[in-house]
T-cell receptor, first 115, second 114 residues
Framework: EAQVTQNPRYLITVTGKKLTVTCSQN?????MSWYRQDPGLGLRQIYY???????DKGDVPEGYKVSRKEKRNFPLILESPSPNQTSLYFC??????????????FGSGTQLSVL | KQEVTQIPAALSVPEGENLVLNCSFT??????LQWFRQDPGKGLTSLLL?????REQTSGRLNASLDKSSGRSTLYIAASQPGDSATYLC?????????????FGRGTQLTVWP
């Protein structure tokens, strides 16, 4: 089954404790990206990757790191989480380029609470 | 930088009505525009993708149009049903100064009552 898998689904942590949220896709997609969703602010892109070893900042990259060493995985790293990073996080992937195959597939989300 | 606006923010209609959701964007340099559906507590599901060279796409009771020059898209839902209740978001993929970045609107929360 084609899917984007995020883990964990829920995470409660404390300020300053490094954490990683994993994202994996099985569709051989070139494009992968991370978003956070906050009430009243909508969905905002954190980082995106057009292909392996190619990453770019989105709207709100501060406090986050990513890496794209393999095509299928795109982990999101919070080196020193702070309470303002409490949010619902989504990973998504798609094909690049034209041709109508660029539909974005989303993971189920990770609800992060930083105390 | 793109700004994406969706109007209305919320909509409540009786079952069976045809309805239109609106999305506008500020920069016409886009690869594509997508419409998504989000149910509470869930991820987003892509409903329709319109490439920059296209004018519209259809899937079942859904029809999305794109007027790139005026920076507008509409999602038309025919014969609405209670199961259509969800938040609908549009997003553009930039091909301008922020190549490859996606910009989302804040969504229209739709309620269809029986």
């Amino acid at each position: 089954e084609a899917q984007v898998t995020q883990n964990p689904r829920y995470l409660i942590t404390v300020t300053g404790k490094k954490l990683t949220v994993t994202c994996s896709q099985n569709m051989n997609h070139e494009y992968m990206s991370w978003y956070r969703q906050d009430p009243g602010l909508g969905l905002r892109q954190i980082y995106y990757s057009m292909n392996v070893e190619v990453t770019d900042k989105g709207d709100v990259p501060e406090g986050y790191k990513v890496s794209r060493k393999e095509k299928r995985n795109f982990p999101l790293i919070l080196e020193s989480p702070s309470p303002n990073q409490t949010s619902l996080y989504f990973c998504a992937s798609s094909y690049n380029g034209q041709g109508g195959r660029e539909k974005l597939f989303f993971g189920s989300g990770t609800q992060l609470s930083v105390l | 930088k793109q700004e994406v606006t969706q109007i209305p923010a919320a909509l409540s209609v009786p079952e069976g009505e045809n309805l239109v959701l609106n999305c506008s964007f500020t920069d016409s340099a886009i690869y594509n525009l997508q419409w998504f559906r989000q149910d509470p507590g869930k991820g987003l599901t892509s409903l329709l993708l319109i490439q920059s060279s296209q004018r519209e796409q259809t899937s079942g009771r859904l029809n999305a149009s794109l007027d790139k020059s005026s920076g507008r898209s509409t999602l038309y839902i025919a014969a609405s049903q209670p199961g259509d209740s969800a938040t609908y978001l549009c997003a553009v993929k930039d091909r301008g100064s922020t190549l490859g970045r996606l910009y989302f609107g804040r969504g229209t929360q739709l309620t269809v009552w029986p």
